[in-house]
């Protein structure tokens, strides 16, 4: 019955209730779509350094990571490569040679880092090569020996365009230096302009033939099949390679696995911040519904209803009308998120600052399904916080002056 | 036998300072089945005489027997408690529920008493009858008269199956025609289902019914008749 009365009494001032209701509804909408662009914008950025620069897990020898000096090879590469295909969840694995060196053109010359791969097996792992637009190459398309694939900034910087020559200057393992002329064969353009500034891809082959040398490899990447089984794939590697230095991506990138951290707290302190602001607003109506109401509460508890059932009335209605704002406010938002996470939200105009910390222009706004979860139980204990004031009100009333009351 | 027995009460406001004695020293008691009038003019102690009955104030001195329990020296828990099984009460404004509708608002007392549903539906279409609104069951009250709000409160006052009820000014707000119908239904359930109804008023037409006038004048009693 209190529940039933509770209920109805929301509706009793409807254009008061729906006052509340929609401002509950905007701030929560307001709240979940900046939630979302910020979780969008995280999710891409991580998402985009996993498939195009680190993938989910790197085998590097130890020694090697202290100076990148590229004689600390991994010893029998291919053989663990074959060992690690081999183990359960790992969806592809790639071998690269990776060495510090310099590319110049005829305009410039800049510090870079030169990775040798097979682009058949770095295709299975990295998805860089889609982010090279169809007007800017392909990623060693051709039989043509030296080719070089680069990113976008270093193109720029070099003020060189597709099929142009650059000069690769590097240390070969052995520590002798040398270099080769190498046609761009491809640029491409991720959402971090350093990582395309600084790293350059020619084939392993092109790499081994100039340097009269295999020049080993420096670098093992692998991918899962599911993100949930890294933490296993990794384990699994460590144990079975002891003598190499197995990290999965967020230990590669700490800045990327610490934004992923710090979102997912700043995310509920941004929507806390939201209720906590609404709840005044939910407290003001609930006292001034108390003193409304005065003389019928007087009522209730003259003819025999407890305190105790005239406070849960009082904190039943708070929490209904915070629940109804609620509900309100997340449908709206699953809408919007929905809306714009299908279209996007292009920020082009500011992407030069978003590029040069990893961020995609385009946002894709996203919202993880337990937020909602999470998010209603917040909403409910701000109903029930919201409610304590107005139903201690209530409890004050003395029977006999309340039904007075005029 | 007596229901009720004042025994020199008394209400004093404002004690330290210049005492107003809204009850001096009553001694008053009521049997089963009476219909009885408190008049007075304003001020006299009527309402504040209603109140310590109902349990709704609590007295400066004295005491006030209910079916043999001392209602003065309960605790505000056990007074509501009291109240919900023993009082049925009637107010001036009417005071229904405004989201529930007649029968609902007859229906909520029995729901706190913890009453069962079947038990309700029988006597709340019972009572809605008697106070000739069983046409009106669903009703909310926003769509009934005053005289027929008035008659849901009585009709809610008598669900508990309380021992008296007691009405403060049942008539004021309420038209000649809806007063007069008020009044004839509380003289046949008082006539017939022996319910014991105790007023407060100042309308005459109340007065003219009752079968006992108390008069107070400064929180005493100046008369007591009964008609016979």
Redesign the interface.
């Known amino acids: 019955?209190i529940f039933?009365?509770a209920f109805?009494?929301v509706?009793?001032n409807k254009v008061r209730s729906l006052i509340v209701i929609t401002a509950i509804t905007l701030g929560l909408a307001g709240g979940i779509l900046t939630v979302s662009v910020i979780t969008g914008m995280v999710e891409q950025k991580v998402r985009s350094g996993i498939n195009n620069e680190v993938a989910h897990i790197q085998l590097h020898n130890p020694e090697f990571l202290k100076n990148y000096e590229s004689r600390y090879t991994i010893p029998r590469a291919d053989s663990i490569a074959r060992i690690i295909s081999g183990v359960s969840s790992v969806k592809a694995v790639c071998l690269r040679s990776r060495l510090t060196g310099m590319a110049a053109s005829p305009n410039s010359a800049t510090g870079v880092q030169i990775l040798g791969v097979d682009p058949a097996a770095e295709k299975n792992v990295f998805t860089l090569y889609k982010a090279i637009p169809d007007s800017a190459g392909g990623f060693f398309t051709g039989s043509r020996k030296n080719l070089v694939v680069i990113g976008r900034k270093l193109a720029d910087k070099l003020k060189v365009r597709l099929k142009s020559k650059i000069v690769l200057r590097f240390q070969n393992p052995d520590g002798n230096l040398t270099e080769a002329a190498f046609s761009v064969n491809g640029i491409f353009q991720s959402a971090n302009t350093m990582f395309d500034e600084i790293n350059v891809f020619i084939k392993k082959t092109d790499l081994d033939r100039v340097t009269e040398m295999d020049n080993g490899i420096q670098e093992i990447a692998l991918i899962a099949n599911d993100n949930s089984n890294i933490p296993l794939v990794k384990a699994a590697l460590k144990s079975k390679f002891p003598g190499l230095l197995v990290q999965d991506w967020s230990e590669i990138r700490p800045d990327m696995g610490m934004v992923t951290t710090a979102i997912a707290i700043e995310v509920y302190v941004i929507l806390g911040i939201i209720l906590f602001a609404l709840a005044f607003g939910i407290v003001n109506t609930m006292l001034m519904i108390v003193f409304e109401r005065t003389?019928?509460l007087g009522?209730?508890?003259?003819?025999?209803?407890?305190?105790s059932?005239v406070f849960r009335m009082i904190m039943l209605e708070t929490i209904f009308l915070t629940i109804i704002g609620g509900i309100a406010g997340m449908a709206v938002s699953a809408t919007l998120v929905s809306v714009f996470h299908s279209y996007g939200i292009d920020l082009s105009a500011f992407s030069k600052g978003l590029g040069a910390f990893g961020f995609d222009p385009k946002i894709y706004p996203f919202i993880k399904p337990e937020l909602y979860i999470n998010l209603s139980i917040m909403i409910i204990l701000t109903g029930i916080l919201s409610a304590v004031m107005p139903a201690r009100k209530a409890l004050q009333l003395k029977?006999?002056e309340a039904?007075r009351i005029? | 036998m007596n229901i009720i027995e004042i025994k020199n009460l008394s209400k004093v406001y404002d004690e330290k300072t210049i005492p107003v004695y809204a009850l001096n020293g009553v001694d008053l008691a009521f049997k089963q089945g009476e219909f009885t009038s408190i008049v007075g003019p304003s001020g006299s102690g009527k309402t504040t005489m209603l109140n310590m009955l109902g349990g709704l104030d609590t007295p400066s001195g004295g005491k006030i027997m209910i079916d043999g329990t001392d209602i003065t020296g309960l605790k505000s828990r056990q007074l509501i408690d009291f109240r919900m099984r023993n009082i049925g009460f009637v107010f001036q404004s009417f005071n229904l529920i405004p989201v529930l509708t007649a029968k609902e608002n007859v229906e909520f007392i029995m729901q706190l008493q913890g009453v069962d549903r079947e038990q309700r539906d029988k006597r709340t279409l019972e009572l809605l009858q008697s106070v000739g609104l069983g046409e009106k069951i669903n009703t909310r009250p926003n769509k009934l008269s005053g005289g027929q709000q008035q008659r849901v409160a009585v009709a809610r006052a008598l669900a508990s199956k309380p021992k008296f009820i007691l009405a403060d000014e049942p008539t004021a707000n309420l038209d000649s025609k809806s007063a007069e119908n008020l009044l004839e239904i509380m003289e046949k359930l008082n006539r017939e289902e022996n319910i014991t109804f105790i007023f407060s008023t100042h309308d005459s037409r109340v007065v003219a019914k009752a079968r006992r006038v108390v008069t107070l004048e400064d929180g005493k009693i100046v008369s007591d008749v009964s008609k016979n």
């Open positions: 019955m039933k009365i109805k009494n509706w009793r003389r019928e009522m209730l508890m003259a003819v025999g209803m407890s305190k059932r029977p006999v039904i005029e």
